[in-house]
Nanobody, 125 residues
Framework: QVSLVESGGGSVQAGGSLRLSCAPS????????MAWFRQGPGKEREGVAT???????NYATSVKGRFTISKDNANNTLYLQMNNLKPEDTAMYYC???????????????????WGQGTQVTVSS
């Protein structure tokens, strides 16, 4: 397993923006599927976005067009740019890594074997 540390969460008003970052303890961003998940109050953890080793991104329908996942291989950092935030985006956001594949990255919690502690995002109306 790899240690992942998220940062960048906070409280914003609806329509605002935040940028989350994830820093792994080993150089894995260039070789693993990386993903962002979130878990809202009383809800199950759900996939938000994934990115393959070639930079191919996939998004949950609810965030498509508002969120952008990206990575910096040289600096081994994963990002999530979140624009036009809505109250329903309020959740704990988690960075995750899948050591078994770097392609066709799934948005399935059980497929990821390394997780961060999470960073809280709160959006007020």
């Amino acid at each position: 397993q790899v240690s992942l540390v998220e940062s960048g969460g906070g409280s914003v008003q609806a329509g605002g923006s935040l940028r989350l970052s994830c820093a792994p303890s080993r150089y894995i961003v260039r070789s693993y599927c990386m993903a962002w998940f979130r878990q809202g109050p009383g809800k199950e953890r759900e996939g938000v976005a994934t990115i393959s080793i070639y930079g191919n991104a996939n998004y949950a329908t609810s965030v498509k067009g508002r969120f952008t996942i990206s990575k910096d291989n040289a600096n081994n950092t994963l990002y999530l740019q979140m624009n036009n935030l809505k109250p329903e985006d309020t959740a704990m956001y988690y960075c995750a890594a899948n050591s078994r594949t770097g392609l066709n990255c799934p948005q399935i919690v059980a497929e990821y074997d390394s997780w961060g502690q999470g960073t809280q995002v709160t959006v007020s109306s």
